[in-house]
């Protein structure tokens, strides 16, 4: 009887797994990546300066523009739920920076009157970092939802980055 529990709790978390799509907001038919300069030479990524400009700048200035701090995702949401997942190639906090600071993100809806608002909820630090934006109001105005604009970490690389699929949909700036 055990057994059988068992493995019908393991299909069960399977098949739950299996309906949530995730996805690289780098790997959308448009750039949705804005706050960049020389978008041509650096591509779908999440650097702020290309790879040309490391010789000509101070290594220090070279070292924070690998930094994601001032990039924002911008999408359309009616979803009730956002999630987002990330990974970063640097330490999660300094010692005088927690890791909400350092390599956390901030999402912002941005109302149909273009008042900005905080969208706050859960986030987990570990090997995958993961922020999860519950109750988030849906807009009657507008059939694709709010506008969000997710910033990424001030003092952190981005190295990859996946988001809920449906109902999330990215759009051009």
Known sequence: MK????IISILFAVSLSAQTKWHDPLKENVNVI???SWTSEIGKTYQRLPHRAEKNVRKSVWSLSENSAGLAVHF??????IEIRYG???SHAMPHMPATGKSGVDLYAID???KWRVATDKFNFGDTIAYTFNNLS??????HGFEYRLFL???NSVKWMA?????VMYHQS
Request: charged share 20%; net charge positive; proline share 6%.
């Open 76 to 81: 359309y949401s009616n979803a009730e739920k």
């Open 163 to 167: 988001a809920q699929k449906a109902p």
């Open 88 to 90: 970063v190639a640097g």
């Open 112 to 114: 149909s009157d273009g």
């Open 138 to 143: 849906q807009s009657r105005y507008h059939k």
């Open 34 to 36: 804005q706050n960049q």
């Open 3 to 6: 057994n059988i529990v068992l």
């Open 153 to 155: 970490p001030l003092y």
